[in-house]
């Protein structure tokens, strides 16, 4: 049985989504697209969109940064609003920028509007440098402005006292000795594993964190963006690198104890291997947090998509179910990609004893 504080949020949000969908199945039911409303809530974006209040949308503008021959292009993403013909176009310095499906093109001298070929890629402009803060950019920060709130206060904590830290330090604490006592030395070992804490710690903070902002209502999807994962799993192949010791060079590409001709064939596996270990890592937390995103969305869409206000009665306790389970998903995740990436470079540390 549902406790009272879930019952009173089950029955919120049904009265939440009952309201909309009437509203939407009156108004606005023959312009709703489930898939360009999921699309736009999981992918980055040049403004951060909160929520509307009637037809008037709630965001955070940011500024947009981008290089091409002719030099720097700058302005706030609240300009890309100037609606040209179905296209948001900003004219700077003489350099007209179109944002089309969330990436900025600049359009060639005389040209006024994109125009596509047969692949339907834009012919007459081109992709810029682009720097700019993007909603996925500034979670970024928000994270690392959290995190740097939570973990100098312990650190002061244990500077001034040898006493048991209290409330929010005593949970940090708790979690830092996890990942000490169940990641790092298992994985890496005794006499290694203070080298990688910084770097576990930080990982498995930044995801975790990140990963409970993505669930608040109009948040970003940072690690449901496949470049920041790739960014992530490109640190622990670089640690890999560097760190690895002689024996874990030899075994990758000529083995010892095994004959030369299958020394050949298993090198170029072993190779492949090394790069495939991040690859792993990047693709299970984008496709893992991206999912339930996904899943969340398509719950709630179904009231839209069959304009039947008696859906929301099934469709919200799913998306509610699917909501409280990626609180557990987001410490999972977390988990996962600290405790694979310590057992990658702990394998890659490793000193073997040959007889």
Known sequence: MLTRPFSSLFLLMAMFFLSTSN???????????????IMHHIQDSYDWHFFDIGETPVSLSLPVLLKTDKGWITFMSSEFHHDTEGEYVVEKNGQKVVNYHEKAYVLNEGESTLKFDANHYPENAIRPIDLSITKNVAAIFLSVMVLLLMFPRLAKHYKKSNKAPKGLNNALETLVLFVRDEIAKPQIGEKKYMK????????F????????????PGAANVTGSISVTVALGLITLILMIFNGSKDYWQHIFWMPGVPVPVRIILAPIELVGLFIKPIALMIRLFANITAGHIIILSLIGLIFILSSAGVAFISVPFALFISVLEL???FLQAFIFTMLSALFIGMAVEEHEHH
Do not use: Y
């Open 23 to 37: 509203t939407l199945a009156n108004d606005q039911l023959d312009e709703f697209n489930p898939t360009d409303m």
């Open 196 to 203: 990688f804490m910084p770097f576990l710690l930080t990982v």
């Open 205 to 216: 903070f930044f995801i975790w964190v990140t990963n409970l902002l993505g669930l608040l």
């Open 328 to 330: 557990l998903v987001a």
